[in-house]
């Protein structure tokens, strides 16, 4: 991900210097990790961000925001008030997805339908990019905060000459789990049913008896959950500061450029691209390792402007 | 009276569509709202439901005033809107299309399932597992149908369903409305096509600029060719 490139381009300087230099597979490896880790946190937040936009049909803006709110809750409850990692990881996620809930209940729902709704969209989206930013400053300060990785998963684990960090591998799976899980929830459940029936036609849904206010409020609630989950689990391996839910958005919306707006899979293609590009960026050419990112979002929009997902000419 | 509208006003923007429209709609009873392209059936339709709110007037369901209702909790107490441009969910398989029109949450022992409803309609069958998208307009149009059927309605709100369709579907169409109406099932049908009108319907109301112009038992609409000349294109 692009904002930690500079922390990621001195550990990869480091890992350099102790290998000698040497790019033998072990270090692959761990970049490979490394890449996976960061497109994970990364999917989280895009995965959310691009169901908003197909079921809900608003650009969020402030998707990142809800990411930073998931590392301060996480913060306060596991740094502060000593509850379990884990236990912390799920109240934050909560209380994401609840304030996301909120936001939705008091301030979306008031846009929908109204005649120039994108322009609503965007200035009330960006305007709580720069609330709850405030809130954050408010509340925790400017300082940089930390929580400790669960002790269980603190060291490496060691397979052969490879060693991997143990929480990065948990943080994977814990990514592979909401892909598949949410997969499953939008092909086989009826609240999936639903959410593909809302996405293509709003009225008719709520002809037949759908409850889409309802549905609605909850979809934004579980995509501003995922994206607290992400701030939550990536607070032990980044530092925890303001600022972050910005980094994050950007990050997102490359994501979800390469993937196409709209394409769950193509939030998870997007995001591995992503991740693999800025870890083997920093591991070849630090200096330039923000920019490969950007490059790729570039090469995908010339060449195929709906996405890497989408079918041509299919617009969501 | 199951269905009643009471001097309805309602708008697009700015623009004032629905004159005051009154109809009566009884249990049991299939009533056909007849008119030309733009003379206002399909925003009576929307003003029934909810999706076009009126700004003035009443919707009464059994003698309930629902005007304001949400158009979810409209379905959910009865009523059924198919409306005339299909709308079809074309990305889910027509069993998920079916299994949508359960949504209303109305059960009832005789109700309709799946499988009556492929029963009702055995061209769905074979297309199953199929997105709905693949059918053709006149399987569309009897996905559209049995969709709502699946929601139980007490009330349907048929929505030109001829409209573009071949003779022989046309055909299929008159005999599922009459078999509905056997079984018990209301249905407020808008409609240019005289002949069809004649041989589902039991009353005719006509609307023309928005306001109703005409109403009549099917009888006395049957033979009345000068006012089918004025309003209908025959």
């Given amino acids: 991900m692009a904002p930690s490139a500079r922390q990621g381009a001195e550990g990869a300087r480091a890992i350099r210097e102790r290998a000698g230099n040497t790019l033998d597979s072990s270090l692959i490896v761990a970049q490979f990790i490394s ?30 925001s809800f990411y930073l709110l998931g590392a301060y809750f996480a913060y306060q409850v596991v740094a502060v008030s000593g509850v379990g990692f884990w236990a912390g990881v799920l109240l934050a996620s909560l209380g994401a997805g609840a304030a996301g809930v909120l936001m939705e209940y008091f301030f979306l729902r008031r846009i929908y339908g109204r005649s120039g709704e994108a322009g609503f969209q965007i200035l009330l989206t960006y305007s709580f990019i720069l609330i709850l930013d405030d809130v954050v400053k408010m509340i925790w300060g400017t300082d940089y905060k930390s929580i400790s990785k669960p002790e269980a998963l603190a060291g490496p684990l060691s397979v052969g000459e490879v060693t991997m960090p143990r929480y990065d ?8 789990a909401v892909a598949v899980g949410m997969w499953a929830a939008i092909r086989k459940t009826r609240f999936g049913r639903n959410l593909r029936a809302i996405s293509s036609n709003r009225e008719m849904a709520s002809s037949l008896g759908v409850n889409v206010p309802l549905t609605l409020s ?55 691209v992503i991740g693999e590009v800025t870890a083997f960026g920093i591991l070849f050419l630090p200096q330039w390792a923000i920019l490969f990112s950007y490059a790729v979002m570039a090469l995908v929009l010339v060449f195929r402007p709906e996405g890497l997902l989408m079918k041509k000419g299919n617009a969501r | 009276m199951i269905l009643e509208l009471k001097d309805v006003h309602t708008y697009y923007g700015t623009s004032h569509v629905l004159f005051g429209v009154s109809l009566d709609v009884d249990r049991g009873e299939v009533v056909c709202l007849m008119g030309r392209n733009g003379a206002g059936k399909s925003t009576t339709f929307r003003s029934v ?42 990305e889910l398989t027509v069993r998920e299309n079916l299994e949508i029109g359960r949504s209303s949450g109305i059960r009832r022992a005789d109700g309709w399932s799946v499988d009556r409803i492929y029963g009702l309609f055995p061209v769905l069958e074979k297309y199953d597992r199929k997105p709905g998208g693949q059918l053709s307009g006149g399987e569309q149009q009897m996905l559209t149908i049995g969709r709502t059927l699946m929601g139980n309605p007490e009330l349907v709100l048929l929505d030109e369903p001829t ?36 041989k589902v319907s039991d009353r005719v ?20 060719e000068a006012v089918q000349k004025r309003y209908l294109a025959v």
Avoid: C
Avoid at chain 1, 46 to 61: D, E
Avoid at chain 1, 169 to 175: E, K, N, P, R, T
């Fill in chain 2, 49 to 90: 439901m909810g999706l076009s709110l009126p700004r003035a007037g009443t919707v009464l369901f059994h003698g309930k005033d629902v005007t304001r209702l949400k158009v979810h909790a409209k379905a959910r107490m009865g009523i059924g809107y198919v409306p005339e441009d299909r709308q079809i969910f074309p």
């Fill in chain 1, 169 to 176: 591998l948990v943080v994977i799976a814990i990514g592979l």
């Fill in chain 2, 205 to 224: 109301f006509i609307i023309d600029n928005g306001a109703i112009r005409y109403r009549n038992d099917i009888e006395g609409f049957r033979n009345d």
């Fill in chain 1, 35 to 64: 890449g996976l880790t960061s497109a994970m946190t990364l999917f989280l937040v895009a995965s959310g961000l691009t169901l908003i936009f197909g079921v809900v049909n608003v650009f969020n803006f402030a998707h990142g």
């Fill in chain 2, 163 to 198: 409209e573009g369709l071949a003779p022989v579907v046309v055909i299929a169409l008159k005999e599922m409305i009459l078999r509905l109406k056997e079984m018990g099932t209301t249905i407020l049908l808008s409609e240019q096509n005289v002949k069809f009108a004649a």
């Fill in chain 1, 218 to 272: 909850l979809v934004f609630g579980l995509a501003t959950a995922l994206g607290g989950l992400s701030g939550a689990i990536a607070a032990p391996v980044r530092t925890v500061t303001p600022g972050a839910g910005i980094e994050v958005i950007i990050g997102s919306l490359i994501v979800v450029v390469i993937g196409g707006l709209g394409n769950f899979w193509g939030a998870l293609v997007g995001a591995l």
